[in-house]
């Protein structure tokens, strides 16, 4: 596209070049440049991508987007100042690739846990009826059947409008992403067309990035000043200031609180939730292939979104009790000698404690609950998590999560600073996998292993770098398992 084109409704200064270049890729990181590349300098709070317009320019990069002065870019080098690049980068992104989510319906999910259940649920009951769908996530992204690594939990907007248009080349009907506060904070989800947007629950987490709980609350806001409708779980603390600030008419779901959409008569067991769902005089029994109320909050409101989008409440029915769960969300194994080891992706305080009140339901003897907490990341959250441990567990070892470039064992300090006064029995073993191999060959028959905070994860971060690791392979290794 030609750059004057991609720019036709932008408040923008040419500072030099041409405006009819052409234009194939915009991109933000310097390594992915290709031939007729806009290399955008928009800002991110680890990095200022204007340090790094020299390197874009050597790789090739024929036009730049910035909000700073850049010097000594060569003549046939087009540039570009706007106010806010991050901003503008994002509605390029989405005018380059034809404002593909014009094309399809968008559902959007945010919240600090849930988020990719749900968008799994929504996916499964969509597929089962024999729409074309697409899905954006932490684990993975999905094109139909087409399975694409995930990098980001949100993808940074050119890739994110790159996948709505390989989407809209393959003719999906219908779109659901997790939409990360991160992602809300720094535009990557500006210029998408949701037309339902999903609020699960919210509670502490990535007080690192946000510092406070009212803006980490006001950027999950930003998803509902951007859809058509809301769909609100009433239960949340937040549930009212969601559905008073809200720029879109709201449904709720709930549990313990009169709600358009409700579940009833729960029924937790190891493996799976029974509930009964409730829509105005419409009863229909769910089960649920993943335990804990947590799950049935997951589902109830990926049965409200479908809802409003009009599909019949027995095939919304079906397409759940049809889901398998998802990789390293409460992911169960048995073992020959009788005890239970769950992996779970639990790394906020209100995850873990969420996951170990499901097993305290049906644990039959002791709870050993492995955890840690990300380096580099919310400290605040790292006592409250080993308190939480500690109430609900009768032995917890703690252990490294992704240290990234801070040291494991301080880490560890101040996880511990929670549970060292407690009456729970722990340990400190840093070595993740040594962590795991302890707690399994400490269970015994009846017990239940939860190990918590990577979950679905094949990597742990240590410094910079990646090594492989993943939780389940470790199960299975040390875990002598029946399934």
Do not use: W
């Not at 046939?76 to 706007?82: A, G």
């Not at 809300?184 to 037309?195: K, T």
């Not at 009790?321 to 000698?337: A, I, M, N």
């Not at 709870?367 to 380096?375: D, K, L």
């Amino acid at each position: 596209m030609i750059l004057k084109e991609l720019l036709k409704d932008v408040d923008y200064e040419l500072v030099q070049g041409n405006l009819n270049t052409n234009i194939e890729t915009i991109e933000f990181d310097t390594r992915s440049i290709k031939e007729n590349s806009l290399f955008t300098c928009m800002k991110r709070p680890d990095s200022d991508g204007h340090a790094y317009a020299q390197n874009a320019i050597k790789n090739g990069a024929v036009a730049l987007l910035i909000e700073d002065e850049v010097a000594n870019v060569p003549e046939n080098v087009t540039v570009i100042k706007v106010r806010n690049a991050r901003m503008m980068t994002a509605y390029i992104s989405s005018v380059l690739y034809g404002s593909p989510t014009e094309s399809f319906k968008l559902l959007g999910v945010t919240g600090t846990n849930g988020k990719t259940t749900t968008t799994f649920l929504i996916e499964s009951i969509l597929k089962n009826i024999g729409f074309k769908t697409g899905l954006i996530g932490t684990i993975e992204y999905h094109i139909n059947d087409e399975v694409i690594t995930s990098k980001n939990t949100t993808p940074f907007a050119p890739e994110l409008q790159k996948l709505f248009h390989d989407m809209k080349k393959s003719k999906v009907e219908y779109a659901v992403m997790e939409v990360s506060s991160h992602a809300l904070e720094l535009n990557r989800a500006d210029f998408c067309d949701f037309d339902i947007g999903i609020f699960t629950n919210l509670t502490q987490d990535h007080l690192d990035f946000h510092m406070t709980f009212e803006n980490y609350r006001n950027s999950k806001l930003k998803l509902f000043k951007m859809c058509k409708h809301g769909i609100i779980n009433i239960d949340d603390n937040s549930a009212e200031y969601f559905i008073k600030n809200s720029a879109c008419d709201t449904i709720t779901y709930g549990i313990d609180k009169n709600a358009d959409i409700m579940g009833k008569d729960i029924e937790i067991s190891l493996l799976g939730a029974n509930f009964t769902l409730v829509i105005g005089n419409t009863e229909r029994r769910v089960k649920l292939k993943t335990s804990g109320k947590f799950s049935v909050y997951n589902a109830l409101a990926a049965i409200a979104s479908c809802y409003k989008l009009g599909i019949d409440i027995d095939k919304i029915v079906e397409g759940i009790e049809l889901s398998d769960g998802v990789p390293g969300r409460f992911q169960t194994f048995v073992s020959k000698s009788g005890y239970s080891a769950i992996v779970d992706y639990a790394h906020t305080p209100d995850g873990l404690e969420n996951v170990l009140k499901t097993i305290k339901q049906f644990a039959k003897a002791k709870v050993i609950t492995v955890f840690g907490c990300g380096g580099d990341r919310d400290k605040t959250k790292r006592p409250i998590m080993a308190k939480i441990a500690a109430e609900y567990s009768t032995y917890c070892i703690l252990t490294s999560d992704n240290p990234r470039t801070e040291d494991p064992e301080k880490i560890l300090d101040d996880v511990e600073i929670g549970i060292r006064d407690t009456n729970v029995s722990y340990a400190r073993i840093a070595d993740r996998k040594e962590a795991i191999k302890r707690a399994l060959d400490l269970a015994n028959a009846g017990d239940v292993v939860l190990i918590a905070g990577k979950g679905h994860e094949d990597y742990q971060i240590l410094g910079t770098g990646k090594i492989h690791f993943s939780d389940v392979e470790e199960v299975k290794r040390y875990g002598h398992l029946c399934n």
